[in-house]
């Protein structure tokens, strides 16, 4: 009897040790879970602290662009912006959306999207000198009823209903942007 007492006694304290050794194995994953929970949030916290510091710096590089632009003298006789109310905008209300995006150096730009069910192509419309995109509305139009293509056309910095005044430079960041 002495030898099962003692098999028994040592059987209770493996099961002991193992319900202590899980237990502590539960404290040291549960304090994981929560160091990664920390980890996690104060990640989250980062990355909401930095997206804010990018808009900021935006909006500082649209105030300075729109405070500092200077236009050089050929510029005032071959950049023609025809800005809102000039053209028909009534368009934007039947058949385009109007999309706002945002250029290297913070401008808000507009344009008109056309966009078609099934496209078979993508078009964008940078036009020329002079006006704005309401005088481009026919041709987008065109391109998206005969072609069967998506189209976006917008104006440019200083034409139309987007901020900012034209220049060479920053009609080039303007077609990049675009894309």
């Not at 005032?76 to 109007?98: C, H, I, M, V, Y």
């Amino acid at each position: 009897m002495g030898r099962w007492w003692i098999l028994t006694s040592l059987g209770f304290v493996s099961c002991g040790i193992a319900v202590v050794w899980l237990a502590v194995e539960l404290a040291q994953s549960a304090d994981a879970g929560r160091k990664r929970e920390t980890r996690i949030a104060a990640l989250d916290a980062e990355l909401a602290a930095a997206r804010q510091l990018a808009a900021e710096q935006r909006e500082m590089l649209r105030t300075q662009t729109l405070r500092s632009t200077v236009r050089a003298p050929d510029e005032f006789f071959s950049l023609l912006p025809a800005k809102f109310p000039q053209g028909n905008w009534q368009l934007a209300d039947t058949r385009f959306e109007d999309c706002w995006f945002r250029s290297a150096d913070g401008l808000r730009l507009h344009g008109w999207l056309l966009p078609h069910p099934r496209a078979r192509c993508e078009i964008l419309i940078v036009h020329g000198n002079a006006g704005n995109l309401t005088h481009r509305a026919p041709l987008a139009a065109w391109l998206h009823d005969h072609c069967a293509a998506s189209v976006l056309l917008f104006d440019y910095r200083g034409y139309g209903r987007s901020e900012g005044t034209p220049t060479i430079p920053g009609l080039l960041d303007d077609a990049r942007a675009a894309r």
